[in-house]
T-cell receptor
Framework: DAKTTQPTSMDCAEGRAANLPCNHS???????VYWYRQIHSQGPQYIIH???NNETNEMASLIITEDRKSSTLILPHATLRDTAVYYC??????????????FGTGTRLTIIP | DAGVTQSPTHLIKTRGQQVTLRCSPI?????VSWYQQVLGQGPQFIFQ???????GRGNFPDRFSARQFPNYSSELNVNALLLGDSALYLC?????????????FGNGTRLTVT
């Protein structure tokens, strides 16, 4: 699986959009970009994933550059409950096969009141 | 619907002992994975089972073993515990493995080895 690079930590004011970058310059054509977050003392929570196109769901938006070498997770209106460690993972998917996720150290996002 | 449930939530063991951790996947999910998370680091992959067969194994010693039951629940066993095995052990389930559907994690079992 391709390696990802994320900033160690970020702050964002409550109510503002939080933009979390991720570099994955060695991503291959069939690897998806996944985002998970982990709030203190809980298991990781799935946020969103995408292959080429930008994606949006009720939690966040995922913007993937045209060359797919980087992406940005956007939390449109950050709240204090969004304070967590955010993991960007690139991953080859296949039905019924191995689903090993390689987590890095992630970005610690702190929402400031 | 209930999420992934793990038991126990906390556990204290002594070096050299053996431990069994349990996981119940989300109803309908057939794939279960186990991860170890040491303080300050991201989760590390230990095992994945799909339809009761091992589909993946991480870089962990043979002291670690797992199995999946006909009802898709799973157990992780660790023998001859070392201090370094102290960690949060996470279980995750998905519909059909392979990453085609997202993993859903439980809140883990916190294992402390003294």
């Amino acid at each position: 699986d391709a390696k990802t690079t994320q900033p160690t930590s970020m702050d964002c004011a409550e109510g503002r959009a939080a933009n979390l970058p991720c570099n994955h310059s060695t991503i291959s054509g069939n690897e998806y970009v996944y985002w998970y977050r982990q709030i203190h003392s809980q298991g990781p929570q799935y946020i969103i994933h995408g292959l080429k196109n930008n994606e949006t769901n009720e939690m966040a938006s995922l913007i993937i550059t045209e060359d797919r070498k980087s992406s940005t997770l956007i939390l449109p209106h950050a709240t204090l409950r969004d304070t967590a460690v955010y993991y960007c993972i690139v991953y080859i998917t296949s039905n019924f096969g191995n689903e090993k996720l390689t987590f890095g150290t992630g970005t610690r996002l702190t929402i400031i009141p | 619907d209930a999420g992934v449930t793990q038991s126990p939530t906390h556990l204290i063991k002594t070096r050299g002992q053996q431990v069994t951790l349990r996981c119940s996947p989300i109803s309908g999910h057939k794939s279960v994975s186990w991860y170890q998370q040491v303080l300050g680091q991201g989760p590390q992959f230990i095992f994945q089972y799909y339809e009761k067969e091992e589909r993946g194994r991480g870089n962990f010693p043979d002291r670690f073993s797992a199995r999946q039951f006909p009802n898709y629940s799973s157990e992780l066993n660790v023998n001859a515990l070392l201090l370094g095995d102290s960690a949060l052990y996470l279980c995750a389930s998905s519909l059909r493995g392979g990453g085609a559907s997202p993993l859903h994690f439980g809140n883990g079992t916190r294992l402390t080895v003294t």
